[in-house]
């Protein structure tokens, strides 16, 4: 049970480092960005290519990654996302964004091939823990996602940039009263968001296969964390990411099919109890 504990441990870790950003895009914006699971899928592949070529280094390559995927993200965010703020309706934003994600996956099976690639684990140690050997790589997954929890409470607390975003979720009119153009602050976010997606595509390469179609399997399971955690809401995406880790952990021990269904469950509870407003 404690190996299972810590798997929930770590699916939730990389949920709530890719979720972040969806919480934050969808809370400010009111934009559904399908687009993101193309930038978590491009982080792996961009992983792929690059570490053989720095000497199988994984942290070098995890870094190149991420630097080289968030240009595409602000190429994205430029040209289709910016497009669409303000809109009355997100059906817009959900049409478009999955229009860029389909067209994404089939640009990486051009580039790529549409075979699925593994990695090995990048550390391949163990440590005890309850006298179970757990792979030390999920440890260091569970840290990382906690470590990046910690940076995101103090960027939007203490510095300036992230006081705007905070308020602009607040209530946006009242910031742009101000003179402030918070769109421009939302852009900054949204590249940390993209950012962090990428990188949450690099961790989870090495426990999973990297496939052109990955990210479908993992944009519904971050949207769920968004709505069980609360739009815009840090800590919220944070709980929700652990719990429904551990939800798929523990589900998919006793019934293997019905892991990631039970997410939605899940959802659908919070959902009738605190329905959100759109």
Known sequence: MIGTIAYGLTIG?????????????????RIVNFAHALVYTLGAYVLVSVLPRVGNLFPVAAVIAV??????????????????YGSQSIDYAIIATYAVLLIGIDAIKWVWGAAPISLSDPIGLAVPVLGVELPLYRLVIIGVAIAIFFLMEGFFRRTVVGKIVV????????????????DRYFTI?????SALAALGGVLYAPITSVHPYMGFQVILVCFA?????????LRGTFVAAFALGL?????????????????????????????IEV
């Open 247 to 275: 939800v798929i952990a523990v589900t998919g021990r006793f019934w293997g099919s019905a892991a990631e269904t039970m997410v939605f469950v899940v959802m659908a509870v919070v959902l009738i109890f605190k329905p």
């Open 167 to 182: 308020a602009g979720l607040e209530d946006r009119e009242a910031v742009r009263s101000l003179g402030i153009e918070v």
């Open 67 to 84: 630097l080289v995927t968030v240009p595409l993200a602000y190429v994205i965010e430029r040209y289709v996302i910016r497009q669409l």
């Open 189 to 193: 976010v949204f590249l940390i968001g």
């Open 13 to 29: 870790g990389i949920l709530y480092i890719i979720s972040i950003g969806l919480s934050l895009t969808f809370g400010t914006m």
């Open 225 to 233: 964390v968004v709505l069980v955690g609360g739009l815009g809401s």
